[in-house]
Structure formats: structure tokens, C-alpha cells
């Protein structure tokens, strides 16, 4: 049996399982050993997979610490158990949750460039991140692109300290200007992103990308390879199947901000006309996201909607099973349908794998509500009488969800069965190891 490569892994978010980019780095790397994989992130956050257990953590808590000449050093290696058993961060944590959550929503451009200042003002460079570095001596660096410029400076950084070759995973997109704002400092941002961009992708050996569309885009840009990574699900069963509720569940999991909470808005009101004479069909929806009275009480008025909270990744695939209809939505305000125009919602699979039937809303050229049409395997919505008419087809047609659901898990099946996809991602790792 081969020996692994050995994979340093650069993120920005602790990697947890809990969150979409924690969840995509167990995804790919759940055959992995826990001494061949390390870990290198940038928050106050602890870290939760089963995974890796060698972490190096560089945060703005301890740059403004070491700012402050509070501590010595700006970063910190920490195992797996001592990272279960930080209680003391937990308040660090909350705390920086809480700001970044403010800041996702509102993107204030002064906060974001006071955050890269912090960065280059203090020596992040320290002799314990490069003893880390060495000490675990990888053979291959992987990294998704961030949208934070100091990233894109630790990845330089880690590749120059350890000699190897660097795997690149685009899930969004940050490289063009088919983007909509009225702010110059937003496209002072974008501007100096792209040149960011523009060398990590230079200096990768290997770039992915996480869907077909953006790969056709950034080829055309680059004149380099940009191969598809999918995420995978296991697809080896087909789901045991149980006969529809009464009234049916439609399952929503996943963010509500960015503007998507509109489109659940629009799913709601034509389950209300649905539901006018009996109930019919109810949306169960589950998200980590804040949910203020206001939007609480726009969708409950409806009396179709439950509000189920935030639930761990590890219940998601029993309540995906036990739901007749899963929800997937897609922003129609400008700025959002643009930059989602080349992204891929990873739930999707989730989706594929439990067997069920797709309901989508959301603008037509959005690159999942682009991928679930194209491809048969959901029904897709792009206006709010779209989102009654088919809505109400599905329901009132409860025979054909079990041949629909199977439909979309042969698909999943053949493109993101993870024995294939995992399979030729491990061999390029291979093939990239240092000599």
C-alpha cells in the first residue's frame, strides 16, 4: 500500500465540521491519516473533525496581543485535545464570531482593510511557524482562494518556508469583474484582490475549481488548466424510502443571508395559497444563521413554515431523509446574483445523496440553480409565479417524487460518487509530492 503525501493544509476558518469550509476539508480528506495532514488556520475558533490533529493557529486576537506587547509571539501549535479542552477560548471565540457575523452582513470595506493593516503591521512570521513547518515537513500544501489578501500572504509565505507544490481550490469567485457595486472602494478591493489572485493561482501547481462554468471562465482568463473538484457523497445504497408525510416536509438547510431569505419569503407565501383550503405541505428550515423577529415572524405568518435552528452536520442526513421535498434558494438582488454566478452550493450533494427531489428558487444563471436545470435533476423556480406553479405541481403530484429523487441520486452517483472523486484527487496529490 502506497504511503500517503503528506498535506499541510492552509484555511482561514478553524477547520470544524459544523461550517460549509470545515465540512468540504473533511469531504476530501477523509481517508487521510491523522500524522500524514496538519493544519494551519487563522481564527479564534476551535477546531472539530476527526481528521487532523496538528494544528498552528494565527488569529487577530493574538496579532493585536502581540501588538500590544501582551505576548511574544502571534501564533500558537495546538493539538487536537488541547483544542477540545480550550475552554478559555471559547469567550476569544464567541467574541470574534459575533464581529465577523456583523461585518459578513454589512462588508464595511475600512473594517476589512483595518484587519489586512493589522496583518501587515505585525511580524505573523514567527520561528514557531516556521518549526511547524518544518517539523511536519509536508509534501503538498492545499488551500482554497480567500477573499483576505493576508491570505494569499501566508500562502506564499508556507510554500517558500517548505519547498513544495501547492494544490489551489477556487469555490467562489474572486478573479473577475462581472461583479455589481456603486462603491469605489468595493472595486479598489476587487482590483487589488485580482492581483493577489492572479499569483497564488500562478504559483499553484495544481488549480480546482468546484464547477464546470467556473472552470470554462478562468481557463479563458489564465490559459492554464483549472480541473472540477465536486464534493462527494457516499452513493453506494440507494436511501431505504418511506411514503410521503402528511402534509409533506420540505427541507431547507443552509444560510439565510445574502439575500436568500427573500426567496424562502416567496416559498412561504405559495405554500400559504397552497395550504389555503388544508395543509398540504409545510418548509422545515434549519440554519445557523441569526433569525431576527421580524423575518421570525414574516415567515410563521404564513402557518407553513416551522423554524427548526441550527442542528449539528451529523443529524443533517436522517432529517434529509425524513423530509419528501428539499429547498434550495438562490438571491435575486444584483450585487449577490453576481457573485454567485460562478459558485456551487455544496449542500447539493448533501441533496443528491438523500434520494429526494430538488425544489430551487433563485436566478436562472446562478451556478447551482444553473446545475440543477441543466442537468434534470431538480425543479428550479426563477420568479415567484414559477415558485407557486411548480411548487403546487409537486405536491399535488406526490406520485412522482420517489422517480424524481431517483433521478437526482443516479446523477449524484456518477459525478460525485466519492470512491471516483477521491480516488483521482488522491492521485494528483501523489503525483505532486516532492521528489
Not at 89 to 117: M, P, S, T
Not at 213 to 241: A, C, H, M, W
Request: hydrophobic share 35%.
Amino acid at each position: 500500500m502506497k504511503k500517503q503525501p503528506k498535506v499541510l493544509v492552509i484555511s482561514r476558518d478553524s477547520w470544524n465540521d459544523t461550517n460549509n469550509s470545515g465540512n468540504t476539508l473533511s469531504n476530501l480528506f477523509q481517508n487521510w491519516d491523522a500524522e500524514n495532514i496538519a493544519n494551519i488556520y487563522c481564527r479564534d475558533e476551535i477546531p472539530n473533525n476527526k481528521i487532523c490533529s496538528n494544528y498552528f493557529k494565527i488569529s487577530e486576537s493574538l496579532l493585536l496581543k502581540k501588538l500590544l506587547r501582551k505576548i511574544p509571539v502571534a501564533g500558537i501549535k495546538v493539538q487536537r485535545q488541547e483544542a477540545a479542552l480550550a475552554i478559555s477560548e471559547v469567550k476569544d471565540e464567541q467574541n470574534e464570531k459575533k464581529i465577523y457575523d456583523f461585518f459578513r452582513k454589512n462588508r464595511f470595506h475600512i473594517f476589512l482593510w483595518g484587519r489586512e493593516l493589522l496583518w501587515k503591521m505585525v511580524n505573523w512570521k514567527s520561528k514557531e511557524l516556521k518549526d511547524f513547518i518544518k517539523d511536519f515537513n509536508p509534501d503538498v500544501i492545499y488551500s482554497p482562494s480567500y477573499d483576505s489578501f493576508y491570505m494569499h500572504d501566508i500562502l506564499k509565505f508556507v510554500q517558500k518556508e517548505s519547498g513544495v507544490k501547492v494544490v489551489y481550490f477556487h469555490c467562489d469567485d474572486l478573479v473577475t469583474y462581472r461583479q455589481y457595486s456603486w462603491s469605489p472602494l468595493y472595486w479598489i478591493n476587487r482590483y487589488v484582490l485580482r492581483k493577489h489572485m492572479d499569483k497564488s493561482i500562478q504559483l499553484a501547481a495544481k488549480n480546482y475549481c468546484i464547477i464546470d462554468e467556473q472552470s470554462r471562465v478562468y481557463k479563458k482568463i489564465y490559459n492554464l488548466d483549472f480541473d472540477i473538484l465536486y464534493k462527494t457523497g457516499d452513493f453506494t445504497n440507494f436511501p431505504q424510502t418511506h411514503s410521503p408525510n402528511v402534509p409533506l416536509k420540505l427541507i431547507y438547510t443552509g444560510n439565510i443571508i445574502y439575500g436568500r431569505i427573500h426567496s424562502l419569503f416567496s416559498i412561504a407565501d405559495a405554500l400559504k395559497a397552497i395550504n389555503s383550503d388544508g395543509i398540504k405541505a409545510k418548509l422545515y428550515l434549519y440554519t445557523a444563521n441569526e433569525i431576527t423577529p421580524e423575518v421570525r415572524h414574516r415567515l410563521e405568518s404564513s402557518g407553513s413554515v416551522e423554524i427548526m435552528g441550527k442542528v449539528p452536520y451529523s443529524q443533517i442526513s436522517g432529517i434529509l431523509n425524513n423530509g419528501d421535498i428539499l429547498v434550495h434558494v438562490e438571491s435575486f438582488e444584483k450585487q449577490q446574483m453576481l457573485a454567485t454566478s460562478l459558485s456551487f452550493s455544496t449542500k447539493i450533494v448533501d441533496y443528491l445523496e438523500a434520494g429526494k427531489p430538488i425544489f430551487a428558487m433563485g436566478w436562472k444563471e446562478a451556478a447551482s440553480i444553473k446545475y440543477l436545470h441543466d442537468n434534470g435533476i431538480g425543479v428550479t423556480a426563477n420568479n415567484n409565479q414559477e415558485v407557486l406553479d411548480k411548487l403546487k405541481d409537486l405536491i399535488d403530484h406526490t406520485e412522482s417524487l420517489h422517480d424524481k429523487g431517483l433521478k437526482a441520486w443516479n446523477f449524484g452517483k456518477e459525478k460525485h460518487n466519492k470512491k471516483d472523486v477521491l480516488k483521482n484527487f488522491e492521485d494528483n496529490l501523489e503525483a505532486l509530492k516532492k521528489d
